[in-house]
Structures are given as C-alpha cells and as structure tokens.
C-alpha cells in the first residue's frame, strides 16, 4: 500500500527541528516520515519500525513527496566545479527525481531478490535505514560493502556444493547492480557542467540533508516570525503557528511596520 506524504505545517516543523537537531540524520529522515504520514499508527498504515524498513531509495523518493507537498516542486541548491571551484547554482524538479524510477518499492517485494551468476544463487533484500545506521561509522569502504552484504544477502547456493563459502567478486557486483536497478532513488546522482571551464561531473543528491537544510530553515523563520508577532500582540506561541501563512505573514507585516 501507497501512502502518499502530506504537507508537514509549521507546528510540525518546530518539533521537527527542536527533536532532530541532535540526530543522525538517518533518524531525521525517519522522524519526517513519520510526522509526514496520514497517521503512523492507523490501521494498514507504516509503523516507525516499517518506516526503517523501507528500502534507502524508497525512503528516499517519500521525503521528496515530503519537499513537493510542504515546500513545493522545485530544489534549488549550488554547487562547487571540483576542476576550477567555480560556484553554480543547480535547478531542479521533485518530480524530475521521482519519475527516473518507479518510487513503489515499498510495494513490491524487495525482501527476497535473487542474482544467478557464474554458478552462484544469491537471495537478498535491499538495504535500509538500520543497515545504513550500522555501517555508518566504518571508514574503509571495503569493510561497509563486506556488512552491508553480510546484513542483506540471505542466502548463497551453489548447485551440488554444501558449503558454497563467499562469493567471488563478480558475484558481488552482480548483486550491487541487481540493487541499484531495483531501489533507483536510493543513490541520484546530479549531472553538472561548469559554465567557467566546461568540466562535466556527477554530484550525488543527500535528500534526506537537503530536506533537513528546508526544515531547519523554516523552522528559525517560523521563530522569528512568533517573536516579532508575539511582542506586538502578546499572543502565544501556538495561537501564532495556527494562524495560516497568509495571516501570520501579514501580522508580521503589521507587528514590523
């Protein structure tokens, strides 16, 4: 089941940030789904415990619903040319992102994917946030790959072999191709051309830090917002947030002069 991810409002976001601020942000991504979801704990509806469950690119295509239906279409950002340093802004759309691959793998079943390759049948399920979370502090990337396998791969068979041991290499990079064409969005890369020397690059797109940045954002404006109108009218801090925007933006008008 689809659970499409409503609008986070600004009551919302200041709870967001205040219990995030600290947190990994693998825990801040499963913080706004949860506050994004129609209701968390309604029947047929995802658990926090599902909602670390989701595959990295599942979780991942849901927070841009999240950007879409809370901050709007458009992500805009910049970025620094690695040839020349020069600074460009990048321009771009949720649904652009969203419509590079099926964002339903929640839906299907991804806990029992199978690779066949040079004699070898390997069953895994896609990664996640808790296998993210595990390798998260690993410095060498030989050693997150070997647990990431580890933690997904649940069984390797070898037709008339007991004890088929680990997979060559070719077998690996069969199973890391066979997960990145089943979770598209869980690693969007950015093609970007430099306008000053005409370097061209990939740039890897951090959703869940580029939704936080918005959050975080947001939510100092919101502080801002609350004082200012709060010292003119004596109002509390909850009796603002309800106000709708249009409302709040013009007390706030009025509060500054």
Do not use: K
Request: charged share 25%.
């Amino acid at each position: 089941m689809t659970v499409m991810e409503r609008a986070l409002d600004a009551q919302e976001m200041l709870q967001l940030w205040e219990a995030g601020r600290n947190r990994h942000p693998l825990d801040r991504a499963v913080q706004v789904l949860s506050a994004s979801s129609p209701s968390t704990h309604a029947p047929g509806l995802p658990s926090v415990d599902a909602l670390q469950r989701l595959s990295v690119g599942a979780r991942d295509a849901r927070l841009l619903e999240v950007h879409r239906s809370t901050f709007g279409d458009r992500l805009d950002g910049r970025a620094s040319c690695p040839a020349c340093a020069e600074s460009l802004e990048v321009s771009l759309t949720c649904s652009t992102l969203l419509a590079a691959g099926d964002t339903s793998e929640d839906d299907r079943d991804t806990a029992h994917l199978v690779v066949v390759e040079a004699g070898y049948r390997v069953t895994f399920r896609l990664p996640d946030s808790r296998d993210l979370a595990a390798i998260a502090t690993l410095a060498e990337v030989s050693e997150a790959r070997a647990l990431l396998l580890q933690r997904c791969v649940t069984e390797v068979a070898r037709p008339g072999d007991a004890d088929p041991g680990a997979p060559p290499e070719a077998v690996v990079l069969a199973v890391a191709a066979r997960m990145a064409e089943a979770d598209p969005h869980a690693e969007l890369l950015l093609d970007l051309e430099c306008p000053a020397c005409d370097t061209s690059w990939q740039a890897p797109l951090d959703v869940t830090l580029f939704l936080w940045a918005r959050i975080s954002g947001q939510a100092r404006r919101l502080l801002l917002e609350v004082d200012a109108i709060a010292r003119v009218y004596g109002w509390r801090e909850a009796e603002i947030l309800a106000l709708s925007p249009a409302r709040r933006a013009t007390y706030l008008e009025l509060a500054v002069g």
